[in-house]
């Protein structure tokens, strides 16, 4: 059996002592298998960003992970001490953000970050983790890997600094990477060079992809899965083909909206009327029900009947065969 890299199970994410409060995230369910790359989709506000950060064990200060469970190669991340959560951020998941100066350290040269990332998590000398930073620049793409190791943050351009994020994401050879939003601060040619340097890493050394984007293009070109959020829920979970083809999440079909199949153009989600609701101010039943062309009464009282593990959907509608979206092929 293919054991997965990440496991996230019945994910529930609140408010610390706020009870009352009704959760942000809730009922998120996905896997990510080794070399499989999985996409994170949703609206902004949906919640992957604190599902990412959730995972990672990086939550921000008085939310907390109220039940559930995330696994993270065969660790149980909820229950990891301080200790072991900083050792698997390094050696088991490596993570790259939007914005690569805000997690790049100014004061220190590209190389010795990159190396220090090896001598904290594997122990390796000063020596022999500076010849492993010039390696590893060199496998991202960076011309003169040995001068630039020397050079600091700034002195490169953002689609670089990119690539030393990756580099030091890399750098301990880890089973899993999480990338939220990895190329949208980069221009349209930097971003493609990016996102090939990705796939080549996911094939080369059999890394897992966890991609948080709102690029349908990405999503199509270099996915296998897709998870769709809405309002904090997975609202649709099924393979990038069946999910394009026949999306059956009245959410998902109004996402995917104008996505041109043939050629698969570079698209970003299309604008779905109305706004996603915050956590506060939640509609009774399904959340979707407000902004949903196909709601009828029922789903003022909801009970997100689900259907199949393969193809899965959170909707009455859809789970009691009672709606089939057209097929988009
Ligand atoms: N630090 C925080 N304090 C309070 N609420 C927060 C905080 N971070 C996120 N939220 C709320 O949690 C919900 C989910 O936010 P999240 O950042 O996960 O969304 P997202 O799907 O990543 O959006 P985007 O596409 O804009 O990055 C939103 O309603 C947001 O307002
Ligand atoms: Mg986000």
């Known amino acids: 059996m293919n054991t997965p890299v990440l496991s996230v199970r019945d994910l529930v994410i609140d408010f610390e002592g706020r009870p009352a409060q009704p959760a942000l995230v809730q009922g998120v369910n996905f896997d990510v298998l080794p070399g499989q790359s999985v996409a994170l989709i949703g609206e902004s506000g949906c919640g992957k960003t604190l599902t990412s950060l959730a995972i990672l064990g990086l939550l921000p200060p008085r939310m907390r992970v109220a039940s559930g469970s995330i696994v993270l190669g065969g660790v149980d991340v909820l229950r990891a001490s301080e200790r072991k959560l900083r050792d698997l951020r390094g050696r088991t998941i490596g ?4 914005e690569p100066m805000s997690s790049l350290n100014p004061t220190m040269t590209v190389g010795d ?55 030091a994401a890399i750098a301990c050879d880890p089973a899993i990477v999480l990338a939220d939003e990895p190329t949208t601060a980069l221009d349209a040619t930097v971003q493609a060079d990016i996102l090939q340097l990705l796939e080549d890493l996911r094939k080369d050394l059999g890394l897992g992809i966890l991609f ?5 293009g990405v999503v199509a070109d270099f996915c296998e899965q897709v998870v769709v959020m809405y309002a904090g829920h997975v609202v649709e979970r099924a393979g990038t083909d069946a999910l394009f083809g026949t999306p059956r999440h009245p959410y998902t079909e109004a996402l995917l909206g104008a996505v041109p199949q043939a050629g698969r153009a570079r698209t970003m989600l299309s604008v779905v009327p109305g706004r996603v609701p915050p956590s506060g101010s939640l509609p009774e039943g399904c959340r979707f029900r407000p902004r949903c062309g196909y709601a009828l009464e029922p789903c003022r009282h909801a009970q997100h009947g689900n259907t199949s593990d393969v193809h899965f959907t959170f909707c009455d509608r859809v789970a009691d065969g009672d709606l089939v979206l057209g097929s988009k092929s």
């Open 95 to 98: 993570a790259i953000f939007q």
């Open 113 to 167: 970050q990159i190396g220090e990332s090896r001598r904290l998590h594997l122990g390796e000398s000063r020596r022999s983790a500076r010849v492993k930073a010039v390696e590893l620049l060199d496998r991202v793409g960076i011309p003169n890997a040995g001068e630039r190791a020397r050079a600091y943050p700034h002195e490169l351009s953002g689609g670089m600094q990119q690539r030393v994020m990756i580099a």
């Open 212 to 216: 948080v984007t709102h690029d349908l």
